[in-house]
């Protein structure tokens, strides 16, 4: 708070007013000035805080969403394997589980993502400093984050959910053609699953190059055909012309718009 004193003895002329009103304003300009420059600096202190705490978290997240990419394809191949086994069984029921081509697996680690030091920048309002398109940066980045944790923790709860066979007889041998029907059934609805969320590591790297290695397009692809063989593939090829004709010309502007969109 300024403190503004009266003069000790009357002023004797206009000319002597003045001179003491220009000292009072002068005062107090410089204390303002002195007061904004002390907070100034001390922005200046908080914003290169928040970066230096933004830049490791964003390096712990890194090696978190490496990771996550390295659980991608071991959970990718569990479930492909667990298909593999399955379908055999459905077609062989009762088989010795020695004599099956594999065993079912279902686990989920999972390296969570950090968002405490961009939490505490929000609440703080540190990040009305910080130039706007770094808060986009930032803003866009932990959206992504925060939405590929939601797509595991839903992935986490259909693999739950599919290994719960093991709890009430987990020889696979001992299940009926219609428990082995739910199981193709539980499976595909985690390899779905894992597919989306590997989605979510593919578009994240995409707009934050930084965070790598990440599932590929192909990957992702191979993953969601796994059903179909190269024959099937090959003769549904027709059907899938027949259907490129029709919309081919709206993909490719849907596909432009989209482009121009992000470019903005």
């Not at 390899?191 to 590997?198: A, P």
Request: charged share 20%; net charge negative.
């Amino acid at each position: 708070m300024l403190d503004v004193h009266p003069p000790e003895h009357a002023a004797h002329s206009w000319r002597d007013f003045f001179i003491h009103i220009a000292t009072i304003v002068i005062g107090l300009l410089i204390a303002i000035g002195l007061e904004q420059t002390v907070e100034w600096i001390h922005h200046r202190h908080e914003v290169r805080e928040t970066r230096e705490a933004l830049e490791v978290e964003r390096k712990d997240n890194r090696k978190a969403f490496a990771a996550d990419t390295a659980v991608f394809h071991l959970i990718a191949a569990e479930q492909q394997n667990d298909i593999l086994v399955l379908q055999y069984l459905k077609q062989h029921p009762g088989t010795p589980e020695g004599e099956l081509p594999g065993t079912l697996v279902y686990i989920s680690p999972f390296d969570a993502f950090n968002d405490g030091s961009w939490k505490t920048a929000e609440s703080t309002g540190v990040t009305s400093l910080i130039p706007r398109a770094e808060v986009t940066e930032n803003t866009d980045l932990y959206g992504e984050l925060s939405f590929s944790m939601a797509e595991f923790a839903t992935l986490f709860s259909a693999m739950t959910k599919a290994e719960e066979f093991r709890y009430t007889d987990p020889d696979l041998s001992h299940m009926t053609p219609a428990q082995i029907d739910k199981q193709i059934e539980l499976t595909a609805a985690c390899l779905d699953l894992t597919f989306r969320w590997g989605g979510t590591l593919y578009a994240l790297h995409g707009n934050h190059p930084d965070f790598a290695p990440a599932p590929t397009s192909a990957e992702l692809y191979a993953l969601n055909r796994h059903n179909r063989s190269p024959a099937e593939t090959q003769a549904a090829a027709p059907a899938a012309a027949h259907t490129q004709d029709r919309i081919g010309a709206l993909q490719v502007a849907a596909n432009a718009a989209m482009e121009a969109a992000e470019g903005k």
